[in-house]
């Protein structure tokens, strides 16, 4: 790498909402800046979560000196249970809540004495490696967030992830106005931010419009009320503390994540809460309805969380009946807007009122919109800009959004960029210089990485149309059949009613192993691959279906 | 059946969007209104289609007299190949241009010689058994939609399915409204409702809208302009034509069903356009970018549809090219968000620009809003109603409407009701009072009903962590292994990066058989059963998933 010049690279976040993953690089130094996971897309089949890909760090191992987190959500922190070993547990800097949340992560992978973490308020300076980096607080939908500034001898990188201007944010720290405009005054050389609302005319709304909505729902319900939100949306869980202490309710905490991020946020500070409000489930059982609060997970639909445990019968002391008000508390991430649906018709069915959708104003974004983009390019005037975290569409949309403002963006200093992009700054110099790997790197139960492509795709194939064994066992001398065929599937037909289609495909294989019986010589390859073929053909005729076709030869 | 009753039974349509179908009965007459598909939900894997059940109809087949068609929209006729030989082929009674679209499905089917359809226009009296049924136009997302006034001597049955109360619709036929308040006038028993708008408030916008916005697009776009919309909204596909021929452009039709239902409509007199306007894409080529417009299929994000072939540059004649401008003039149908928003992503990644979205005006609903389903009420004072075409959540939202009216409706008089609920009216009667089977038949390739619940249960099982199969062959008399075991596996891990998990399995396997060996009588079952549970849990505790395991045992 030239001299003067800073290095960035997203390892995940360009292109894609989740799994932000950042490095910024001069010389020998490397800081990292979040470490998060991305939920799997519809399509990567029975993938739990997908990491980031850090065969670039791997190779640069020497040179790293930090990761530094801006807060504490998945998409930002997730992924360092998995990276951290690999990288030697390079320290990590959060500020109080991020660091809590991070540690009882670490906590569950037994990694949590082998790391180093070093905790840091909003406006504190780090030194991390030969970078100073300055911290500033900004508001989003958890407390504790931070915009980081690090300074190298190329010029100011400004990193400011998941951020929005709310003037009257619930925990009564706005976005550090004045530390942005004082950034604008030193001439940054690059600004990474946030776009996914980059859709989204006008401006987000503050957090406090769901506070007055919550208590209007918690003046008029007259049985139990149950919101479910995001676990780690801290000021979302601190109004419905603060509605149902208004409104003579206690509450009950559902879902472990619920439980743990609760426990977190309050011994760290993050949460006021009266001494007598929390109840246990059990105890809640004995109170009058309209005296109960109760909040849970499953905002997103997930079939095994609390909310649609508690629709399905399923869930300890609380059950929804008639007479409840369920309020849904979030947006469905693009991907479950069906399970969320489903989740909600259940509890009408049950009899439940249902409060939800962006009509109901029980939840807003907690990502800057148009206007909030546009002021902050007005505040800081970056000299480049790369925006990320959002899909493809939200980055191009940002750059119209950049070169409409007669700022002097143009498409040589606003980058859409994908994962991977090695991006070079300097002075007069702003370039794409190269790319480096950057593949889905899938968890699936408890190990890293032996879940391929190759296998997510059988499963697509799988799932579409089942899979059908066809066993048979031959003379390893003579090649004749000993046994078999036997035809075994699954997912693809119902056997039982499938005599014909079944007795035709022995057939097919009988015919196969006939004429590669007048070969020489048995080759079982030859034979898989024959059987593999005529039964694939042979099913497709008759179903116009594609079933996975296994043959297993087995020779005696 | 008491006398005097009507009985009315939604097979499809209720509790769902899609798969209309209704029963209505009196005596000895039944009379069938819609005959729909619906579209698989994402966990029916590799389902095409999916059909209402038509057990209660096979029944009562002596009473079948007829199927009425509201308009040409697949959740409303897709059913018609299958339904009709199953049913002996009643007479069909279809407004023109739903006739000319089932007539060019059943052709494919090569069932249209077998089936007797009666062409009728809005406002003519239909006799079919028993009722008399007035038929009244109303404005949808398609042409020649209609409301149905079955006359019985309980009492008329209003079915309005699919309709909004556009007072400035494209073809300049709104919704027949001096037809609904004369048949307010006489106060209906029952209304059938479409309700799947329920949740958005005020009225839903005209479909002149749409043309407006096309104006400016088209006005101003510099290269090709490329809209995407459902083939069968042929309103929308008007538009389209209007605004190429004022901004002088030629128009290329892109997607089978797109040049189908053109050359339907065109042919029935439903389109206006110029004979020098449309253009084979060989021509469209060599023409000015800043002349040609295409319509084409995808808008739904569907990967082998027009659009994502033409992102994919996978489409004869014509590529996405930098310049271009998509609009995608259609909202995603629940589940189908991710996909369109993958295709939108490609586009822009290709140079598109893309507009799509609400903002953007490009798309308006075919379906009434909150104030239009109030208004209706209002206008048709119905005794009973029966919201539909909605989710659950619509329905039981519905239901909030109406009662909120006051009206006089009651949890007693709007009924929530799901498939197969057999309802019964007459002189202060309105009851359910039975349920009828009611399952989902899946259509597969070209089979229906081979694919079960159960089969579409093992495809899921497959799509989440795979297969795994051990094969092993043993001796029949003795239980002694004389071949394997062999293990195979597709969608589980990697196979070449797992030989511990492939060894370790083997020797759960070779242990199992000792122990089964020593048994007096070896039964393969048993055998399998052991090892199916063994090698289950092995693979469970060393990877913490769940893979379909499939003994495979030969004896020999």
Redo the contacts between chains.
Sequence with gaps: MTKQRLRVIPLGGA?EVGRNMWVVEYGEDIVILDCGVMFP??EM??VDLVLPDITYLRENLHKVRGIVLTHGHEDHIGSLPYVLPELGFPPVYATPLTAGLVSHKLKEHRLLEQTKIHRFEAGDELRVGIFKIETFHVAHSIPDTVGLAINTPAGIAVYLTDWKFDHTPVDKRPTDIAAITALGQRNPLVLMTDCVRV???GSTPSERVVGDSLDSIFATAPGRIIVATFASNISRVQQVIDSAEAYGRRLMLAGRSMENNFRIALELGYLRIQPTTLVRGSEAATLPDDQVAVMCTGSQGEPMAALARMANRDFPHLRVKQGDTVVVSASPI??N??SV?RV???L??IGAD?IY?S?AKVHVSGHAAQEELKMLLAMLRPQNVIPFHG???HM?LYRKLALGMNMGYTMDNVFVIENGSVMEFGQNFAKLVNKVPVNYIYV????VG???Q???R??????????M?V?V?IDRHSGEL???P?V?S?????VR??DTLIDSTRNVVRRILQKTNDQTEVDAAFVIRKIKDAVGDHLFEQ???RP?V?P?V???
Excluded: W
């Design positions: 292109g897309e519809a089949l029975g859709e989204s005319s693009p991907g807007e069906v649906s909600i018709n259940n009408f069915r249902v959708g009509e899909d493809y569409r191009v699936d139960g408890t190990t032996d879940v391929s190759i296998v997510v059988d499963r697509q194939l799988l799932s579409r149309d089942g899979v064994i066993v066992t000993v046994g078999g036997d075994l699954r997912g693809f037909v119902q009613d499938a179903t116009r279906r996975v296994l297993i087995t020779e005696v």
